[in-house]
């Protein structure tokens, strides 16, 4: 079991709270985590570079000059990737290079993410974390508070919170998601983590999804 310390927006700690890692896959599979990570990296490349190929460039089709008998040494079309303005060999063309894995191994992987923040201690709780109204310069001092660089840090909420969404999203860096929407990428891509206890809650109460090698011991 793992017990987390939970702290109040000024930073003081205010309770525990027990984390059992079973909840949250068993144990951290680094291959796992690599692929679901290139997924997201993959699905969100724009694949537009595109190059002319010897067909689509200008110049006329018709050998230079003829084969034999000038002293010079042979040569084809204008159009060569050999020559200065001709097409581009095997260059690359727009296309998609999005991709999927399974469901259940990407919901396990975003477990597996969430338990090596815990394990590492680069994730905070943080309980009683509500605004009445939007305030960015509130978000700023609970973190400041909290010891978490805002640049790079990713709040979660349990389900959308408008206030601190709104609060939030002003500041550069700094990505607000509900704990519904997490995945893996979005979970390891900052260097902190910022939980509130509702959404650990929440994410403890999600579907579990532990991998064969855990199952097996």
Do not use: W
């Amino acid at each position: 079991m793992l017990t987390i310390p939970v702290v109040n927006p000024k930073g003081e700690k205010v309770s525990t709270i027990e984390i059992d890692p079973a909840d949250f896959g068993g144990e951290v599979r680094q291959q796992l985590l690599h692929d679901v990570v290139l997924m997201h990296l993959a699905n969100v490349r724009q694949g537009n570079a595109s190059t002319k190929r010897r067909g689509e460039v200008a110049g006329h089709k018709k050998k230079l000059f003829r084969q034999k008998g000038t002293g010079n040494a042979r040569v084809g079309t204008r159009r060569s990737n050999k020559r200065r303005g001709g097409g581009t060999a095997k260059g690359p063309k727009p296309r998609d290079y999005s991709y999927t894995i399974p469901k259940r191994a990407r919901r396990l992987a975003t477990r597996m993410a969430i338990l090596s923040r815990l394990q590492d201690q680069e994730a905070v709780v943080v309980d009683g974390l509500s605004l009445g109204a939007p305030r960015t310069k509130e978000i700023a001092q609970v973190l400041k508070a909290i010891g978490v660089s805002e640049h790079t840090c990713l709040l979660t909420t349990d389900g959308v919170d408008k206030n601190v969404y709104l609060s939030a999203r002003n500041i550069r860096g700094m990505e607000v998601l509900p704990a519904s929407d997490l995945h893996a990428y979005a979970v390891l891509r900052p260097k902190r983590l910022v939980l509130t206890k509702a959404a650990v809650e929440a994410l403890k109460k999600a579907p579990r999804y532990q991998s064969a090698r855990t199952k097996e011991g």
